[in-house]
């Protein structure tokens, strides 16, 4: 074989190798990019669950705060049991708060994610409307004599 064959033959294989690392970068690229949208997906949904955990504790929070009252009556002074219910209450108006809160100012934003997460005026109605009637328990509890 001449050297002009070896030539061509190396140039061959070169160009070959160099047009299987091109597409292997392409696609290790097209799936780093598929990487970074999923993680972003994760952490919406994170934001999301830290959301709900926020409502939850603030829904248990009023449900004890009313029942505190009516459980402590018989128990401690009754102003005792007020303090005790308006603190729970109070704590829970907080945690809807803070829900949304801490849901419209999650960060930085994530990088193009597949999902969309939950609209700000969705969240703000329903918290807003938790926190009324948590203020309306905090009322209730101080009126009305049990």
């Known amino acids: 074989m001449t050297d002009a064959k070896k030539t061509e033959r190396a140039n061959t294989k070169l160009a070959e190798s160099a047009s ?5 970068a392409v696609l290790q690229t097209d799936s780093a990019d598929r990487r970074t949208e999923l993680a972003a997906d994760r952490t919406i949904l994170a934001a999301e669950r830290t959301y709900a955990a926020w409502v939850r504790t603030g829904l248990a929070a009023l449900a004890a705060g009313v029942g505190a009252k009516a459980l402590l009556k018989d128990v401690v002074e009754p102003w005792l049991g007020s303090a005790t219910a308006s603190l729970l209450i109070l704590f829970s ?17 994530p990088p193009r994610p597949d999902i969309r997460g939950l609209p700000p005026w969705l969240l703000i109605g329903i918290n807003g409307s938790l926190v009324v009637v948590a203020l309306a328990a905090l009322v209730g509890i101080w009126i009305v004599r049990v």
């Open 20 to 24: 299987k690392l091109k597409e292997s």
């Open 93 to 109: 108006a907080f945690c809807f708060l803070a829900g949304v809160w801490r849901e419209l100012d999650a960060g930085a934003p």
